[in-house]
């Protein structure tokens, strides 16, 4: 059973900007804090934003200024605005529960490259 599906994902430009999104249960959105992560190739799957019910946001250091994590209850979907993207923002990018505790999506491919 599919928990999580991730969109919006690309290739785009250094200094350029993305919005994902992520569609859950309405079950998930009324539970959990959620999360984005992000996995870059041969590195360890990293925490980037959360973001609780109420509105409460985490960033990683590298978000922060940057990133913008945004949920709609309602429509039960989650969104991260990107800007001011860099190389190293380039991973694949999932949500989850902040604490991972779900099964993971497919994600959606960030390359960010002139």
């Known amino acids: 059973q599919v928990q999580f599906a991730e969109s919006g994902g690309g290739l785009v430009q250094p200094g350029g900007s993305l919005r994902l999104s992520c569609a859950a249960s309405r079950i998930i959105f009324r539970l959990y804090t959620l999360a984005w992560f992000r996995q870059a190739p041969g590195k360890q799957r990293e925490l980037v934003a959360s973001?609780?019910?109420?509105?409460?946001?985490i960033y990683a250091d590298s978000a922060k200024g940057r990133f913008t994590i945004s949920r709609d209850n309602a429509r039960n979907i989650m969104y991260l605005q990107m800007n001011s993207l860099k190389p190293e923002d380039t991973a694949v990018y999932y949500c989850?529960?902040?604490?991972?505790?779900?099964?993971w999506g497919q994600g959606t491919q960030v390359t960010v490259s002139s």
């Open positions: 989850n529960t902040d604490s991972g505790s779900l099964d």
């Open positions: 973001m609780t019910r109420d509105g409460t946001t």
